[in-house]
């Protein structure tokens, strides 16, 4: 039983999100999946996340290639999740290339190329331009 595991924050998902997370599961035999709580994404980004941790939950549990998901509370508690995960392969995204390279002590560690031209800010900033009016409902 090979385990893959990976992090994100998943918010408004897209097909680039659903797109890596199917290849980090064909990299094994089960996939775990770290989604970043609301408070992580504020201090990473610097925003919060339009849904909330349980809702990226739900969404993410709810996708066939995902076998289990926590909650990542720390970007730093890394290894010690891929170690109560059982974790054998780290999959990150390559805009994260060579961050996570001190796990390779603890198991192998894969950056898998992004999908180009979406991403969650790109989402919010196209629907602000739909929708210029947050009053206007219609
Ligand atoms: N991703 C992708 N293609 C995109 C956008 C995102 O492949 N167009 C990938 C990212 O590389 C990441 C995953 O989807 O691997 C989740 O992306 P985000 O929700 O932006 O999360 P991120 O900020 O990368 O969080 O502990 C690390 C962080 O929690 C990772």
């Not at 924050?9 to 064909?26: E, F, M, N, P, W």
Request: net charge negative.
């Amino acid at each position: 039983m090979k385990t893959v595991i990976t992090f994100g924050t998943y918010d408004l998902l897209h097909i680039g999100h659903v797109r890596i997370l199917q290849r980090s599961a064909a990299l094994g035999d089960r996939l775990v999946v770290g989604v970043s709580c609301s408070d992580l994404n504020l201090s990473k980004k610097g925003r919060a996340p339009v849904y909330t941790t349980e809702d990226r939950m739900a969404i993410i549990s709810a996708l066939e290639c995902v076998d289990e998901v926590f909650v990542e509370k720390s970007l730093e508690a890394k290894g010690e999740y891929i170690q109560k995960y059982g974790a054998d392969v780290l999959v990150m995204g390559d805009d994260w290339e060579g961050r996570f390279d001190e796990f390779k002590s603890l198991c192998e560690v894969v950056y898998l190329p992004r999908t180009v031209g979406i991403s969650t800010s790109k989402l919010i900033a196209d629907i602000s331009d739909i929708n210029p009016d947050p009053e206007s409902h219609s």
